[in-house]
Nanobody, 127 residues
Framework: QVQLVESGGGLVQPGGSLRLSCAASGRTFSTYAMGWFRQAPGKERAFVAAIAKSGTNTYYADSVKGRFTISKDNAKNTVYLQMNSLKPDDTAVYHC????????????????????WGQGTQVTVSS
C-alpha cells in the first residue's frame, strides 16, 4: 500500500506558475504509474496529466497541454506537476494518484485506473 501527500498549492495570479509535489510512502514507488487529477466545485474529478512508472512516457489533457509538465523522481518517491501560464479555469483541488503496473511505458488517464489517492491541494487562480 502507498500513501500520497500533495503540497505546493496556493493562490496565484493569472499567468503565474506553481509547482505541485506529491510525496509517496513505501519502497515500491518505482513500480507505480502516477497521475494528477483536479476537481472544481460542483464538477467531477477530471484528468490532468499522467506519467508511466519509468517516467519515460507522459500524457496530458488538452486543456493543459503546453502549459503543465508532469515529472517523476523515483529516488525521492515524488511526482511533480509544474503549472505555468495559469488561468482562472485551472482553479480546483488537485489530487495525485498511483497504481501499480508491470508496464514501464503505459500511462493511465481514468480515475478508475488508479488504486491510491491523496487528499488534494487547493490551487486558486485569481487576480
Amino acid at each position: 500500500q502507498v500513501q500520497l501527500v500533495e503540497s505546493g498549492g496556493g493562490l496565484v495570479q493569472p499567468g503565474g506558475s506553481l509547482r505541485l509535489s506529491c510525496a509517496a510512502s513505501g519502497r515500491t514507488f518505482s513500480t507505480y504509474a502516477m497521475g494528477w487529477f483536479r476537481q472544481a466545485p460542483g464538477k467531477e474529478r477530471a484528468f490532468v496529466a499522467a506519467i508511466a512508472k519509468s517516467g519515460t512516457n507522459t500524457y496530458y489533457a488538452d486543456s493543459v497541454k503546453g502549459r503543465f509538465t508532469i515529472s517523476k523522481d523515483n529516488a525521492k518517491n515524488t511526482v511533480y506537476l509544474q503549472m505555468n501560464s495559469l488561468k482562472p479555469d485551472d482553479t480546483a483541488v488537485y489530487h495525485c494518484a498511483a497504481r501499480s503496473t508491470i508496464s514501464d511505458s503505459y500511462v493511465f488517464s481514468r480515475t478508475s485506473n488508479y488504486e491510491y489517492w491523496g487528499q488534494g491541494t487547493q490551487v486558486t487562480v485569481s487576480s
